[in-house]
């Protein structure tokens, strides 16, 4: 989301440094990439095609259809048939693939899912599978019931949902694909904190000597093994941060401070 102009809509004022951005997380083992054709829009997706095209074996390139954007920069949801298969064609051609790896359906709103049902755009994606232009599907933004509702129509390998340390209505659903050995990405890991629990985010991060933001993702890191992270960046150095704390383990003390914060408001 970072690599294109503010607010998501346009080129960034500075490509050069998207495309180094790229280039060095791919060069350290990031091997997990989320995009969108509607960031941008086509922006985002260009910009990986040069950077990274012809890509490695092993990088997983995800993306999401759903949504466009308006002329103003405005997010419209779209999930009627023709611009599902545009989008999936959209993104073929600026990334430059044949098959998409995985794409994501996105519904619902800006970070809250509804209960209205997803069979019509889900079996439309699950047909452009058929066809071999999609290897695997996902959700994004999806209740449990939506969830439950994609089973018979798709096997569904990932969920894209709003959830982070001090935000965690999505428990449920975590555990869930943990058991079923899905994977479960969170968006906004960063995103929304209060007053206290910034306080107390401050605090654990003082107690390890790394920032709180450091802190807030290696918590989602230790909190679930099928937990994939998407913070997003626009700098090399940013990057490196982000990789880092791959490598940062909580002690329990801290962990522990951090689960309550779900509980306080």
């Not at 298969?85 to 970070?111: A, F, Q, Y």
């Not at 990932?158 to 555990?175: G, I, T």
């Not at 003082?206 to 933001?213: I, K, Y």
């Not at 150095?237 to 940062?248: D, G, K, V, W």
């Amino acid at each position: 989301m970072q690599l294109a102009g503010p607010h998501v809509f346009g080129p960034p004022k500075d490509r050069d440094a998207a495309i180094a951005v790229l280039r060095e997380a791919v060069s350290t083992g990031i091997n997990h990439i989320d995009t969108s054709d509607f960031y941008g829009p086509h922006v985002t997706n260009q910009i990986i095609r040069e950077a990274l095209h012809p890509y490695p074996r092993d990088l997983t390139i995800v993306t999401k259809v759903g949504a466009k954007r308006g002329n103003d920069g405005s997010w419209i949801m779209d999930t009627s048939p023709d611009f599902l298969k545009e989008s999936v064609h959209d993104n073929l051609r600026n990334l430059g693939l044949d098959v998409l790896p995985v794409v994501n359906l996105r519904v619902g709103g800006v970070s809250a899912p509804d209960d209205s049902s997803i069979e019509a755009p889900l079996t439309v994606l699950a047909e452009l599978q058929r066809q071999g232009l999609i290897q695997h599907l996902g959700l994004s933004n999806v209740s449990a019931k939506q969830f439950d509702e994609a089973k018979p129509i798709a096997s569904i390998v990932c969920v894209q949902n709003y959830y982070n340390v001090a935000h965690r209505e999505d428990e449920a659903m975590l555990r869930k694909l943990a058991g079923e050995k899905g994977a479960y990405v969170p968006f906004f890991p960063l995103g929304g904190f209060s007053p206290l629990q910034s306080s107390t985010l401050n605090d654990a991060a003082a107690a390890v000597g790394q920032t709180p933001l450091a802190v807030a993702l290696a918590w989602l890191l230790q909190h679930s093994p099928n937990i994939l992270l998407i913070p997003g960046t626009s700098s090399v150095e940013h990057l490196r941060q982000n990789i880092a704390t791959a490598s940062l383990h909580l002690p329990d003390e801290v962990v522990s401070s951090l689960d309550g914060l779900a509980t306080k408001t």
